[in-house]
Antibody, heavy 120, light 110 residues
Framework: QLQLQESGPGLVKPSETLSLTCTVS??????????WTWVRQPPGKGLEWIGS???????YYNPSLKRRVTITVDTSKNQFSLKVTSVTAADTAVYYC????????????WGQGTLVTVSS | QTVVSQEPSFSVSPGGTVTLTCGLS?????????PTWYQQTPGQAPRTLIY???TRSSGVPDRFSGSILGNKAALTITGAQADDESDYYC??????????FGGGTKLTVL
């Protein structure tokens, strides 16, 4: 059974960089067809698609976040990561990592989510 | 900037039928947007109900169905049950590998 687990600091200071890692177990991140994705949800608000990466390193980003977001993949560790620079309180959210089952498919496996709070 | 719109809230009686919609700020939703519907309960990750407009995800009861109605994607729940009370999100593929979520609909069953 595929499992995804987010990890990283739960508290980040304003203007600093948020860094999260998603560890994939029970399957290979290098499998073709799958796109590894980050989604976030501010407390009490809706979901926001952040971006996706293919195992080859091809990335796709939300245009409204593209300037501050980088997603990378480490196939040797079966992990992919998210960096968001110059964070503000508006970046406070539960961050989910997930697998897209194909280019046009759904997010079929999700991590449990991790709350990141931006505060001094 | 593409905006995907959903009804903020909806109410349905137990056993009743409700249709939630998912529209675009400009233009019509078609199957080319691969509408996908997720259900989320508090404290949980979302789970897929419908993908590619009308394909039910594995294990999803057949009282959930997806379609295109007019210029919007639609999720219909037929015979609503108490545990259908959740938040429902649609997401659309808008091209170049980019997906946009709607704001979500909070469904109350009472």
């Amino acid at each position: 059974q595929l499992q995804l687990q987010e990890s990283g600091p739960g508290l980040v200071k304003p203007s600093e960089t948020l860094s999260l890692t998603c560890t994939v177990s029970g399957g290979s991140i290098s499998s073709s067809s799958y796109y590894w994705t980050w989604v976030r949800q501010p407390p009490g608000k809706g979901l926001e698609w952040i971006g996706s990466i293919y195992y080859s390193g091809t990335t796709y980003y939300n245009p409204s976040l593209k300037r501050r977001v980088t997603i990378t993949v480490d196939t040797s560790k079966n992990q992919f990561s998210l960096k968001v620079t110059s964070v503000t309180a508006a970046d406070t959210a539960v961050y989910y990592c997930a697998r897209r089952g194909g280019y046009y498919s759904d997010l079929d496996y999700w991590g449990q989510g991790t709350l990141v709070t931006v505060s001094s | 900037q593409t905006v995907v719109s959903q009804e903020p809230s909806f109410s349905v009686s137990p056993g009743g039928t409700v249709t939630l919609t998912c529209g675009l700020s400009s233009g019509s939703v078609s199957t080319n947007y691969y509408p996908t519907w997720y259900q989320q309960t508090p404290g949980q990750a979302p789970r897929t109900l419908i993908y590619s407009t009308d394909t039910r995800s594995s294990g999803v009861p057949d009282r959930f169905s997806g379609s295109i109605l007019g210029n919007k994607a639609a999720l219909t729940i037929t015979g609503a049950q108490a545990d259908d009370e959740s938040d429902y999100y649609c997401v659309l593929y808008v091209g170049s590998g980019i997906w946009v979520f709607g704001g979500g609909t909070k469904l109350t069953v009472l």
